[in-house]
């Protein structure tokens, strides 16, 4: 009976399972939420879990969302939820860039759903706290009955190189440790199925379960990064932009921190997924030539549904179509939300500084989107290539199991057993003038918008 490796990523919408087997065959599964609870969760994990054969895996990975908390194990606050946005100003003006790169090995990020905040608001509004975890460590512990997490799952808390949270940080904001799961590494066995789970999953009775960590690091493994390229687009709910370097960048207005190997460098944005949902939604999903919809005069859209995270920081901001003309179509607006989209990952890119040379892998459910890929290669004038498993986050936590029982030696060896790239899309230098000349109008909507989204929030 051969070996197999199975991963399990807990998404903002849905689960995703990936078995992995030693031949490179791959099967996957999915289960969306009935609703957005721990129950929720489970249930639709145990329902993805059931429609595999299990009874040859090995090892178990985990990966999750993160920013989404649960208190008590009951009670949810979202990743998108607005709580914390009061605290996080005051933590980053009280403590200096030399007490956060000493405690948590990074400047904090001006995100609200990082840890500190986050656990700021609850002690603020909940009347008696025994335990904050994050998605991950519930589905450790029904598979399990441990209580663990790891550094990378609690970034922004937890200092990577000395495997703890910091014990100032948390005494000087009167937060309790006692409310937090114990912490280790990725790849740690943190602990066995039960026959409970067995039962309820099909997994054999005992297999270990490795600790796993959040899902954009996951996702980063599945993708190959930086062993086939150190530069990435992950898309999503929200969408990653960034790169992997061998430095940190600690004066940087976005994420700097240490990667598994080296140094990520990145942002994130907030509604890049929720703009191309309500782009097929409302629209239709357009595929044409580039060069017809640049020619016919689209208009720009500024793709900010949920407010946005890097560069502009905002979570009051909101979508806008500007330039609207009498011969308008809806395959116009449609080809103008995939356009914002991928304004919002090159306005990214500006903020990061110079790029290395390279392709830019590109994973997450809109990789499969033609169109969506040359615009973004047109306005970076580099390749865009995707991989041949779109579910990267579940792929990463399967390879990360296999590195947690020395399946693989490395996470080289272990990219290049299980990734493999797919499809290139290229570049069309004529248009890129055109499409940069589009980009720097988009990029002063923001700033001119600014006041009156203000004021759209107090009304």
Known sequence: ??????GIDLGTSSIKVLLYHPSGQRETAKAVYEEISPDGWLNAMKRALRTLDLREVVAIGLSSQTGTYIVNQKKVISWSDPAGKEELPRIRDRFSNETFLREIGMPHPAITSYPLPRLCYIKAHFRKIETVCQPKELMLSYLTGVYQSDIWTWRGLAHPQKSAYSAPLLHELGLDPAWLPPIGSATDVAGYVTERAAAETGLPIGTPVISGLNDFFAGLVG??????????DITGTSEHFGMIEKTFTPETGMVSGSFLEGFVHYGGTASSGTSLSFGIREL???????ADYLAADPPIFLPYLNGERAPVFDPFARGVFFGIGKDCTKALMSYAVLEGVAFSIYHIAKHLGELPTGDILLGGGAAKDPLLGTIKATLFDRNFVTLAESDTSALGAAMIAGCGIQYFESLAEATAACVQKKTVHAPLPALQEKLLARFAIYEQLYTALKPQFEKLKEI
Not at 223 to 232: A, K
């Open 284 to 290: 239709g999903i357009e595929q044409g030539d580039l």
């Open 1 to 6: 009976m051969s070996k197999a490796l199975l």
């Open 223 to 232: 993708m190959g990064v930086p062993t086939l390229s150190p530069l990435f």
